[in-house]
């Protein structure tokens, strides 16, 4: 029986996914003001554009290290407290670093900022498939996702109105962070105030949740697609923006707007992926399967096409479709992995979907495409590792459709 979205959303309440989608939305803007001011940080702070990478990569380290830990303390205690907890350190981190005078200052904000983040994927994502419906999870989930492509697109507005409303001496860069801590401030807040939704009670150790998620066939070949996946999204676009650089002459200011316009693609392809999953999931969980598999081939393939744009505006055009099947892959997988594995141990199995895209795929990534890099070249770098790493990806999400029934079942008996 179809579910309406206003009746399933009545039943988890809008606050739920309106402050978490909103830390979603800060959490991108955060991640592009840094990119987006990093000459001005990098002057104002003296340190050269390798410690600027360095300082910017520490918090996507620091996702991946708390992940793990947030995801065993969120099946244990109340997640939203949790939440709440981690969003006003990372809101703390964001003012902080609008005072810092030194590097290692910058380093340390940077560090508690991305602690306080780690609790979007293991958190944040089980908290939403247990407060919703299960007709409208995908819906949920895709609004949740979307936020990350919004706030792309507002977040070098953002950095963008402070530039022209603060002069340079009084370095802009800094009131931005500041005023990013408001908002992070009120939204972490009002996570403590959330109710937690109500869940079977984790009797397992910690070893014993683990044991049991080894045991879900297709959640552990999700999780090594998502490692795949990861040698081509978390790289890749880095050698993307320096093409888009040495070979199409495109300026920070003119990357940033790119950046901006590919994201609406992300956008339309979270809340549209969200509407489809769960229309497939009802006819079959196989079918969500078969989407996150098709959306990933296309998008490495996409990324290849874009190596070669021969101009900005066919760059632009295969860029927002990249977007939108980077999405397209991530909503129904986060659907089905609610409904393979136990809600007792779900904030665990979000968490290891996020270390294994991250760590795996991170460092993966940079190994391999830095080596075909000084083998063949940036751009064949590119066309090599990004098809290989997606494409690998939805063969073994293909394969993981022979257990998904299977551990569907076992976990209902």
């Avoid at 909103?22 to 991108?28: A, K, R």
């Avoid at 205690?77 to 981190?93: C, D, E, Q, S």
Wanted: overall charge positive; charged content about 10%.
């Amino acid at each position: 029986m179809t579910t309406t979205t206003g009746k399933a959303l009545a039943t988890g309440g809008g606050a739920t996914i309106g402050v978490l989608m909103g830390l979603q939305v800060l959490d991108s803007v955060d991640g592009v003001m840094l990119i987006v001011f990093a000459p001005e940080i990098s002057k104002s702070l003296g340190i050269d554009t390798a410690a600027m990478g360095l300082l910017g990569a520490i918090g996507g380290v620091m996702v991946a290290l708390a992940a793990l830990p947030l995801g065993v303390l969120g099946d244990r205690y109340r997640r939203t407290r949790i939440a709440g907890v981690a969003t006003l350190a990372w809101a703390a981190a964001a003012g902080v670093l609008g005072v810092v005078q030194g590097y290692w200052q910058a380093m340390v904000a940077r560090v508690v900022s991305g602690a306080g983040k780690a609790n979007e994927g293991s958190i944040q994502a089980s908290l939403l498939v247990d407060a919703y419906h299960p007709g409208v999870r995908g819906r949920v989930l895709g609004l949740h996702r979307a936020g990350q492509p919004l706030g792309i697109v507002v977040g070098p507005l953002i950095a963008a109105a402070f530039a022209a409303l603060i002069p340079e001496e009084n370095e802009p860069w800094r009131w931005a962070f500041a005023f990013l801590a408001v908002p992070a401030l009120v939204l972490g807040i009002a996570a403590l105030r959330l109710p937690e939704p109500p869940r079977e009670t984790l009797t397992a150790a910690p070893r014993g949740a683990f044991a049991q998620l080894r045991q879900i066939r297709s959640f552990m070949l999700i999780a090594l697609a998502l490692g795949a996946f990861g040698l081509a999204v978390t790289t890749v676009p880095i050698y993307l923006n320096t093409l888009l650089e040495e070979q199409l002459g495109q300026d920070a200011a003119a990357r940033g707007v790119i950046t901006s316009i590919s994201a609406v693609g992300g956008l339309t392809g979270a809340a549209l992926s969200g509407w489809l999953s769960d229309r497939l999931f009802r006819r079959s969980p196989k079918a969500c399967l078969h989407l996150a598999a098709a959306a990933f081939a296309v998008l490495g393939i996409g990324f290849a096409l874009q190596a070669h744009a021969p101009d900005v505006t066919s760059y632009v055009v295969i860029g927002v479709l990249t977007q939108g099947m980077t999405f397209a892959g991530i909503v129904p997988l986060s659907l089905v992995v609610a409904g393979v594995t136990p809600q007792a141990i779900r904030s665990r199995a979000f968490a290891l979907m996020n270390v294994c895209a991250a760590v795996i795929g991170g460092i993966g990534g940079a190994l391999v495409t830095g080596a075909a890099e000084v083998a063949w070249g940036e751009q064949m770098a590119v066309t090599v590792v990004a098809p290989a790493g997606t494409v690998l990806a939805g063969l073994v999400l293909l394969a993981s459709t022979r257990h998904v029934l299977g551990d569907m079942a076992r976990l209902v008996r």
